[in-house]
């Protein structure tokens, strides 16, 4: 290979040209070549058009946005590139870095400055890399943009986030791409936007970068600490020593040294604000203190119990209408069991797709252990009758127990009339004479539905429930008591949640109706 050709083949890969030709300061403040590390690339190395980043504090994700902008800057004549801060001091700190990694380029590969000045980079190949600060006016208008990064989202003004968001959509050029990234700020767009690309209802990929898997930004902080701990204790903390989250920590990876790190932060603030500032998981993240009416300790527990188990690849003699739903909306952790009792909450919606409420399902068995779950939010009211009825028989025409507000009286007439499915809760109502009715649906009222929630809490608290899904527990992580109300949190959705009330209500009542 030549060097010509060496060249052309370390310029197409922006790990290799940052490795290469970019020069960093470390945190003693010695240049050094600009190594990617793990997290800035997996998310550098093929950015997607739209992606969004929620992390752990001071992983460097900046740091590589400016150099990724050079990087577009001079290898793509005519680039006009922007980086947005949530201050001005942060805006200045950005800019700074930026000239810092410019200028550590050879000058033999890169192109000459015609402006420094006001936050803004010029080139002599046309390209442009500005920085500016979040709320400034008309930020976008008039431009077109190669790449847009906007730093620290959580922290703008809520006034601001959509005004410029849509601004700064309409201005990329086709090829364009923009990157957000934030340590979490509580819930508020932020939380809003990753939740829904979690869940597939905007073009945005969302990452994820837990403090476990950092292992090189604080390694001289966690040596620090280390010795630290070490000057107080005749020893350095044994496996046998650590508490049951510890012990979950280290199970998925944490090292002897970073729980030392995690214990000694949390005795400087507190256990909240360490899991807002380096999040195990993203549920973790958006910690709502004191709001949130599901224990959040036990479901951080279960979610590191729960991450290594996988529902079942393949099941037996599966109906024909679940199959093509099998490990996507449709999942299960156990098949049915010969002549078992079964509950199954059901929470229905218009199934229109985008962030709109899903269809959900829950199936309890008589030991109240999850077994199945359903989850799509574009499957249609008559559709997701199908599906009811397929699951229900699956598993031993288990007793329904079907919301009946929205699209859940389409749901209900359709199992009853069409289906002739029988093993359905019936609510009791009142007719003109005083005489008592019953019929089929549970009907969710002021009066119905803090018992409802508050029966799941009570069985979920004690231990008389066992949930296998992370998709419900995240939901139950942001289910939350606000203004005098009971509903899930700011972008987030509490269909699995209400489905599985619902299964936990129809265990509760204890009846069967004749199939």
């Known amino acids: 290979m030549t060097d010509a050709q060496r060249l052309a083949t370390v310029i197409k890969s922006f790990p290799l040209y940052t490795l290469n030709f970019m020069r960093i300061a470390n945190k003693e403040g010695r240049e050094v070549p600009f190594l990617l590390n793990p997290q800035q690339k ?82 002599t190949n046309g390209s442009k890399i500005t920085c500016a600060t979040a ?23 809520e006034n601001v986030v959509q005004k410029q968001l849509i601004a700064i959509e309409q201005a990329l050029t086709p090829s364009g791409k923009l990157c957000i990234e934030s340590t979490a700020n509580g819930l508020n767009s932020f939380s809003e936007l990753y939740n829904h690309a979690t869940n597939g209802e905007n073009l945005y990929t969302p990452y994820f970068f837990g403090w476990i898997d950092d292992k090189l930004m604080f390694s001289q902080e966690y040596k620090l600490y280390t010795e630290k701990y070490l000057a107080t204790h005749d020893h350095l903390l044994k496996e046998n020593e650590l508490d049951e989250i510890e012990r979950d920590y280290y199970r998925i990876g944490a090292t002897i040294e970073q729980l030392v790190w995690r214990r000694i932060k949390i005795k400087n603030t507190s256990v909240e604000a360490f899991q807002q500032e380096f999040p195990t998981t993203p549920t973790e993240a958006f910690i709502t203190t004191g709001s949130n009416i599901f224990n959040s300790e036990m479901i951080h527990r279960y979610l590191l119990a729960v991450a290594k188990e ?17 490990n996507r909306a449709y999942k299960v952790w156990e098949e049915p069991q010969p002549f078992a009792k079964y509950y199954i909450g059901v929470d229905c919606s218009e199934g229109l797709g985008g962030i709109n409420d899903y269809n959900a399902l829950i199936v309890l068995d008589k030991d109240l252990k999850q077994v199945a779950q359903f989850h799509s ?82 069985y979920f608290e004690n231990g008389d429930v066992f949930i296998q899904s992370i998709e419900l527990l995240e939901e139950m992580k942001l289910y939350t008591y606000s203004e005098g109300k009971m509903n899930a949190a700011r972008g987030a959705h509490d269909d699995l949640v209400i489905a599985l009330c619902l299964a936990i209500h129809g265990f509760k009542e204890g009846i069967n109706y004749a199939a």
């Open 377 to 458: 939010n574009t499957i249609k009211p008559y559709q997701f009758a199908g599906i009811v009825n397929a699951v229900g028989h699956y598993y031993n025409k288990a007793l329904l127990v079907v919301e009946k507000a929205s699209a859940g009286s389409a749901v209900l007439e359709k199992l009853y009339n069409d289906f002739k499915y029988r093993n359905i809760y019936k609510h009791k109502e009142f007719d003109q004479r005083g005489k008592i009715i019953k019929k089929i649906g549970f009907v969710t009222s002021a009066k119905s539905k803090p018992i409802l929630i508050n029966d799941a809490v009570e």
């Open 42 to 123: 997996e998310l550098f190395t093929n950015l997607p058009k739209f992606s969004i980043v929620l992390k752990s504090r001071q992983l460097g994700i900046s740091s590589a946005a400016c150099a990724y902008a050079i990087y577009m800057a001079i290898n793509k004549p005519n680039s006009a590139c922007l980086l947005v801060s949530y201050s001005n001091d942060s805006a200045t700190a950005i800019f700074d870095k930026l000239k810092q990694l410019y200028n550590s380029i050879p000058a033999v590969l890169k192109p000459e400055l015609i402006a420094n000045n006001r936050k803004e980079l010029k080139f």
């Open 310 to 326: 996988k529902p079942l690849a393949e099941v037996a003699s599966l109906p024909e209408e679940l199959q093509p739903h099998l």
């Open 135 to 157: 709320g400034t006016k008309e930020i976008s208008r008039g431009a077109t943009l190669s790449y847009v990064h906007l730093s620290e989202l959580a922290f703008w003004k």
